[in-house]
Each structure stands twice: as structure tokens, then as C-alpha cells.
């Protein structure tokens, strides 16, 4: 790769972004990546790259993969999805959790259908785990979804789950959070399949494709979110968790995820609409922070920036000052029903569409891979 644009030093720098030359063919198949916190601009920037250059966006997000979480996850609607193809959303129902070996294997499967149509792939989202398996060779434990014992963890809950795997595989219990119930899980169903804790069990290897990887590190990203989360609940975020509720019950783990478990609470009177809204917005800052150190520390990519747009504060830094708390008034009340935004989803409300000078960066990024 030629040079790249350095969010410590604010000038370009060699091989940011790219796969190590000494380890890939020069003739490898690309896979370009697109990466960044949520309420980045991943979205608008993704459908922009994909048009230019005939890709599909080949979704990496965690949640997306689940049909009927679209409000909730900012899919992309079907307006976005006319403008170009979109691949890897809607793969299982809530009810049936997908573990990272089985999405690495549908991507894998993606990429190469895109490397024999075009030549190359193109992944964009925030979930960095899948990233990192997918771009770098992490490899999970073959350890096929246990059923039964999901069915015991989720009667147990959440808050005697996490605890147990913090005993068990402290390391796993570090790196997931307390409410993340379906990566606890997983971690627990390998523990109890094999007998070893999941972080003893994670090897790697080398997928055959050349990487590039762009990252997107708005310094507004704070009140990229709160614009977010708001936009999420006047999309009709709490009727669709509404719908998801009648069809798989209080108890499924996916409906206690950021943004679900807030309008959950609404449903059931705990909260009012503000402090759901605040408490989403809370929780989103949080995960942010999470997303930015993780791509800070695992991922090296070149990252984008507008003339007008700074890189922020680094990743290891908090996003903002936390939001309001829950309960604390707030001017805006959703209604609980799509908008006239709803067909392009609460991604839409972050932000107007990418900066002319972005997408040029990027572009030229892209094309300078391709040759």
C-alpha cells in the first residue's frame, strides 16, 4: 500500500490500512473493510464506495444477521438496499442464536461468490470480533449451539450467567460485557462442551486475501449517537420490540440488547420515553467506547476524515460526557410509530450523508488497492 492517513500524528503514513506484504500474495484476492463505531457513517459511506465501484456490502454486524431486529440495529432499509446489494442481514430468526464459527462461515462463503463475480469483497460494519475472524483468522472453538443448556442459561438470567463465567474463564468474562447474554452463553456452552475455558481455545489462521481496512472516527460521534437514539424510537423502534415480544418472548437474550432491553422497559411501565431514550444513549456512548478501543488496539486502519471534521479524541478516551439519566425530562417524545424517516432507518437522522472530501479519500483509497 502507498500512504495513509494517521489519526495520531494528523498526517500519512506507510501501509496504514493494509495487510503485512510479506505474509500476502501481491496477487491475493482484496478484501476491502469498513469499519468504525456506531453512528460512524458507515451506512451512507458503504452505499457510496459500493456504487462506485459495483460491490456489495457485505454486512459484519452482530445484530443484523437476525430478522425483524431492523429498527433497532439501523439495518439497512429497502430503499438503501435497491441502491446496491446487500448481503449477510436476515440470517436466522432471534430465536436462534448464531455463534461467530457459523456467521465466519456465511461470509467466507460471500466473499469468495464476490471474488469470483468482481474480484473483490467488501465488509463494512462495527462488530470487531467478526472483523478480526473474518480479516485476520481468528479462529473460535468448534463447539456446535447447545440447545438445551441455552434454554437453562437464559431460565438462570443474565445476572447469575456472567458472574458464573467470570469464575470459570475470567479472561472471556473481561472481554464481554455483563449484559451481553449471548456471548456469555456461547462462552459458557464451550466451557461445558469441552471441558476448557473459550480463551484457551482461540487460534488463528491467515485467511488467503489481501486486506484493506478504512475506519471512520467522527469527532461529533457523541452527538452522532444521541441524534441516533432518538431517531430510533420516532422510527417506531418500540413497536417493532413490541412485535418481536408477541413472536419470541420476555426471555429471549437478543431483546435485552441496547435500544430492545430500553423500549422492553417501556413496554412494561419502568420506564417513561425519556428515560428510555437517555438510557439507550447511555448505553450506546458506552459500547462506542468499547468499539474505538477495540479498533484502536486490534485493527490497523487507514482512517478517514473530512476537511472540516478532526479526528476526536482517541478511542481509549470516553466518547462525551455521559447522557442524561433515566427518568430525567426530556423534550422529545416518540410516539412509538414510524415517521416519514422510518424507510431510511435512524441511521439517516446521525447525519446528512457523507462529506464530498470523505468519499474521495476513500475512493482513492479503494482504488489505489485495486491498481
Known sequence: MGS?????????GPDAGASDPALTPADAPLVIVLLGATASGKTDLAIAIAEAFDLAVLSVDSRQIYTGMDIGTAKASAAQRARVRHRLLDLRPPDRPMNLQEFR????????????????????????????????????????????????????????CHPLLATVD????????PADAVRTQRALEVIYATGRPLSAQQGYRRPPWRVLELGLNPADLSNR???RSLGLYEAGLVAE???????????????????????????????????????????????????????????????????DRALGPGPDQPADQPASQPGQQDSHQPTGQPDDRTGD??????TSGPEPDLVKRAL??????LG
Open 4 to 12: 495513509a492517513f494517521s489519526p495520531e500524528s494528523s498526517t500519512w
Open 105 to 160: 462461515a456465511e461470509a467466507e462463503a460471500a466473499i469468495a461468490a464476490e471474488h469470483a463475480r468482481r474480484g473483490v469483497a467488501f465488509l463494512v460494519g462495527g462488530s470487531g470480533l467478526y472483523l478480526k475472524a473474518i480479516t485476520q483468522g481468528l479462529e473460535p472453538p468448534a463447539v456446535p449451539p447447545q440447545p438445551q443448556l441455552r434454554e437453562q442459561l437464559t431460565a438462570l438470567g443474565q445476572a447469575w
Open 170 to 177: 475470567p479472561l472471556a468474562a473481561g472481554r464481554i460485557a
Open 225 to 227: 449517537i444521541r441524534q
Open 241 to 307: 420490540t413490541e412485535r418481536l415480544l408477541r413472536r419470541y418472548g420476555q426471555a429471549c437474550p437478543l431483546l435485552e440488547t441496547i435500544g430492545y432491553g430500553e423500549a422492553k422497559r417501556l413496554l412494561a411501565g419502568d420506564l417513561d420515553a425519556a428515560g428510555a431514550i437517555a438510557l439507550t444513549t447511555q448505553r450506546t456512548l458506552q459500547f462506542a467506547k468499547r468499539q474505538r478501543t477495540w479498533f484502536r488496539r486490534q485493527h490497523r486502519p487507514l482512517w478517514l476524515s473530512g476537511p
Open 345 to 350: 432507518r435512524a441511521d439517516r437522522a446521525a
Open 364 to 369: 482513492a483509497a479503494v482504488q489505489q488497492a
